[in-house]
């Protein structure tokens, strides 16, 4: 079982960044594709963006896709999430995840293992 610990959120201006960082202990998490989600108040959990463990194939929610990047280091068991241009509505928690097997997913079931969550709060 993989464990992630999220950090990284804060508070910034719109158009601001932040790049939140998830690093995994125990069993390494290079064969596993990885995710972040993101929870806002009174919403449920939605995907953000995710990539793969063999080819490292990206997706993105349609409303970050261009503002945000997710990269990974296998060597330090790291996944990152670049947020430029942040906006109002980015405003959440947000949660990595690891997936079961190598291939990029948008559904939260598909994740086996969860960050404990960051906060992202930007100011309007």
């Known amino acids: 079982q993989v464990q992630l610990v999220d950090s990284g959120g804060g508070l910034v201006q719109a158009g601001g960044s932040l790049r939140l960082s998830c690093a995994a202990s125990?069993?390494?998490?290079?064969?596993?594709?990885l995710g972040w989600f993101r929870q806002a108040p009174g919403k449920e959990r939605e995907f953000v963006a995710a990539?793969?463990?063999?080819?490292?194939?990206?997706a993105y929610l349609n409303s970050v896709e261009g503002r945000f990047t997710i990269s990974r280091d296998n060597a330090k068991n790291t996944v990152y999430l670049q947020m430029n241009s942040l906006k109002h509505e980015d405003t959440a928690i947000y949660y990595c995840?690891?997936?079961?097997?190598?291939?990029?997913?948008?559904?939260?079931?598909?994740?086996?293992?969860w960050g404990q969550g960051t906060q992202v709060t930007v100011s309007s």
């Open positions: 995840a690891a997936s079961q097997g190598p291939r990029v997913s948008v559904f939260p079931e598909e994740y086996r293992s």
């Open positions: 990539i793969g463990s063999i080819d490292s194939n990206t």
């Open positions: 125990g069993r390494t998490f290079s064969e596993n594709a």
